[in-house]
């Protein structure tokens, strides 16, 4: 099989905090062809660090499958608060739709993140297209920034119950007491509606950071938006994905959940 191309530290964005990259991953020539749908990648990290570079494995396992995928950054909450991080991922889903990442229009956007990411991943598929302080001040003129799918691993989707003085404070840019409506904006859960797309959840077992109750109401609230979702709970920690046998699973899931998405 040809190799799997790998285009990386390419910029997409140049906020006045500095600049950001994607790495990209082209399928080989003689993959199956799956170029029609571009999967974004999102990496968690309480919002305050983490790297694109860690999806770079599943980027690869992706492209390997035939479809083009990418790792993004977006700015960080020592850099900037709340909704800085949801713009650069809407400037990113932008981007790949002009067709400037990978030199052709997908037909279909799908994220994929974990933690923090799946926050951020959530939040752009309850807030598709929408305008104000949410809109991404980017080169990329009007093109949408609606997805058709997303894949969370082990994501906080609820952040009404914060600590005052935690790293969500400085996520959202206040207290929870402060502004209340601020972190209700800031919540996928409180923005679900039936134009919501598909969604594959995931919430380990074991996850020592965050709880599986909170991925249940998410996934409550999308089915009775009517929203086509599915919630696996598989045993392990905040990082079962990572690792055999769950590595292997869940690229096969998220082949098989772009697959659906055709039908």
């Not at 999967?39 to 992706?62: I, K, P, T």
């Amino acid at each position: 099989m040809a190799a799997i191309t790998e285009d990386r530290d390419v910029r997409f964005k140049r906020p006045p905090e500095g600049d950001l990259h994607a790495n990209l991953f082209a399928p080989p020539e003689d993959a199956t062809d799956r170029r029609n749908t571009v999967v974004l990648h999102v990496h968690g990290g309480v919002w305050n660090r983490g790297e694109r570079e860690f999806f770079d494995d599943r980027c690869r396992a992706l492209a390997a499958r035939g479809i083009p995928t990418a790792t993004i950054d977006y700015r960080l909450s020592g850099t900037a608060t709340y909704p800085a991080a949801l713009q650069d991922v809407k400037t990113a889903i932008r981007w790949v739709r002009t067709g400037d990442a990978f030199d052709r229009v997908p037909d279909r956007i799908v994220l994929v993140a974990h933690s923090a990411g799946a926050h951020l991943a959530a939040l752009a598929a309850t807030t598709q297209d929408h305008g104000g302080d949410l809109a991404p001040d980017d080169a990329y003129g009007d093109a949408s920034t609606a997805v058709d799918g997303i894949v969370c691993f082990d994501g906080p989707y609820d952040l009404m119950g914060a600590e005052p003085g935690g790293e969500t404070a400085d996520f959202v840019g206040c207290d929870p007491t402060e502004n209340p409506d601020r972190y209700r904006a800031a919540s996928p859960r409180e923005r679900v509606t039936s134009e919501h797309p598909p969604a594959l959840l995931y919430h380990a077992d074991d996850d020592e950071w965050l709880t599986r109750r909170e991925t249940r109401a998410y996934r409550d609230v999308l089915a009775c938006e009517g929203v086509d979702v599915e919630l696996k709970t598989p045993p392990g920690d905040h990082w079962f994905f990572t690792e055999p046998p769950w590595f292997d699973r869940t690229v096969e899931h998220a082949v098989t959940f772009v697959d659906e998405l055709d039908d």
